[in-house]
């Protein structure tokens, strides 16, 4: 089984990721990873909704939205299935605000498990580190600016929406002034003031 990043929106699949989707005997895909390679697929596709990759095929191409290994399917492949990276929102949005990844913690929110992703935040905040950090239902920019208030933290905070895709949408505000998401496609960025 391969899976593949489709990236994190249109027109960002790698040569690797175009090769693997264009030779691939059966795709299976969410609808939206479905829609980003299009353009690309040439043999029967099927949606999933459940992410469970135990049952598909062995020749199967899953596609993945951003990169596979950032909050993406690669964590349910097998041993000796095959991941190809793709360009994930984390990597938009820190080219787009020029933040190096060299001091960049990643945290996920996905889980649900807000007490853990809390504690690892300010850990990381503590030790002078820029946050990429996709939210959960309920750790969203409200509540990471409360929580940096409650701890003294002054930091910037930014909201980056439809990475990507028209409409893109990045907006930068402060502990205190935080900024608003719009839609629920975003990620947040947490630096050190300039």
Partial sequence: MKIVGVGAGPNLLTGEAISAIENAEIIFGSKRAIELAKNHIRCAVREITDYSLESLPGNAVVLS?????????????????????????????????????????????????????????INELMQEKNVFLLPGRELGVEEIAGLLGFKGLSRDISVCEKLGYPGERISTGTVEKPPRNESGMYCIVISNPE
Avoid: C, Y
């Fill in 65 to 121: 939205t951003g990169d596979p290994m950032l909050s993406g399917l690669g964590k349910f492949a097998k041993k000796g299935d095959e991941i190809i990276p793709g360009i994930s929102s984390m990597q938009l949005a820190v080219a787009k605000l020029g933040i190096d990844i060299d001091n960049l913690a990643v945290i996920t929110a996905h889980s649900g498990e807000n007490s853990s992703v809390k504690k690892r935040l």
